[in-house]
């Protein structure tokens, strides 16, 4: 019950876009002793403009020269409930000897896709440089998505033009998680999704050539990230099918790709990211390390 409510916390008050949603930062909801394994886990606030909304946390790695891990938040229009939860995440990062941060999305719900990635770019800029002033290493991070954060994920992975005009190096993207990616193939979102979603999305992405511009599945041409994990629900043939369309596009594009399935939404809540009874553990342990070349799971 305890994990449980945490972890419906966590979800809304991260995930979710809106800014009553997100007067909580991140430390002041995950303890440093969730997960019943005490850790002498540093959470830190950080700023990346002058905004109330331009604000993260970062969560230290046990050794120096971690990689970083970065949770991305959704477009703020996308409104749809979340399957995972991010409260056994950090634990098992920090265990893994990754460090960990996350930030806020620009609250605009009408912001077209190109400057709402603009902005997730400038998030991640910020991240890299909180990273090396704590001497992780920003030259290694890993994109991490659920849901319609996954297309926040994807988008940053497959267009180089937003991170590199934020000053971030194309290169320093080793790997992307996506766990139940929405919007991945967009078009062929909006014939599977209902009426609400579709206005939702036409917020942001208007017309025809705004869907072509925000759909990784139709921006997945080199360059690309060059590691990719999906999570994908079994018997829910939206989640496999964004999961499918967008793999197929990056593997013809050169990338590393590997979906897995999960069995539904009840398990993917029960076992959430890095809880000891996900049977996804070994897996995601494995792409970590082969993403950030670091050949082991530990530093």
């Not at 996308?78 to 939860?85: C, F, I, K, L, P």
């Not at 000891?276 to 970590?288: M, Y």
Request: hydrophobic share 40%; aromatic share 10%; glycine share 10%.
């Amino acid at each position: 019950m305890h994990r449980t409510f945490l972890t419906s916390l966590c979800v809304a008050a991260i995930l979710c876009f809106g800014p009553a949603a997100q007067a909580q930062d991140f430390h002041d909801i995950i303890r440093p002793d969730f997960g019943d394994a005490p850790r002498p886990f540093r959470f830190e606030r950080f700023s990346y403009g002058t905004k109330a909304w331009q604000r993260g946390s970062i969560i230290a790695a046990k050794l120096p020269d971690a990689p970083v891990v970065i949770a991305l938040p959704p477009h703020p229009a996308m409104t749809e409930a979340y399957v995972y939860g991010y409260s056994w995440f950090p634990t098992f990062l920090y265990d893994h000897g990754y460090a960990y941060a996350t930030f806020r999305a620009p609250p605009t719900r009408s912001a077209p896709g190109d400057e709402f990635a603009s902005g997730l770019a400038e998030g991640v800029a910020e991240v890299v440089r909180q990273a090396r002033e704590r001497g992780f290493d920003g030259s290694r991070l890993i994109l991490v998505g659920d849901g319609w954060s996954g297309l926040s994920a994807a988008l940053l992975a497959n267009d180089p033009k937003y991170l590199e005009q934020a000053g971030v190096p194309f290169s320093t993207i080793k790997g992307v998680l996506i766990l139940d990616g929405k919007g991945l193939d967009l078009a062929g979102e909006l014939g599977r999704v209902s009426d609400f979603t579709r206005k939702q999305i036409g917020r942001w992405a208007p017309t025809p050539e705004a869907v072509r511009n925000g759909s990784p599945t139709d921006q997945a041409a080199a360059p690309n990230a060059p590691h990719f994990l999906f999570q994908a629900l079994r018997n829910n043939g939206r989640s496999a099918a964004n999961a499918a369309a967008l793999a197929e596009a990056l593997r013809q594009a050169g990338a590393d790709v590997e979906i897995r399935t999960v069995s539904d939404a009840q398990e993917a809540r029960d076992t959430d990211l890095g809880n000891p009874r996900s049977q996804e553990n070994d897996a995601l342990v494995g792409f970590l390390a082969r993403a950030t070349g670091r050949g082991t799971a530990t530093n």
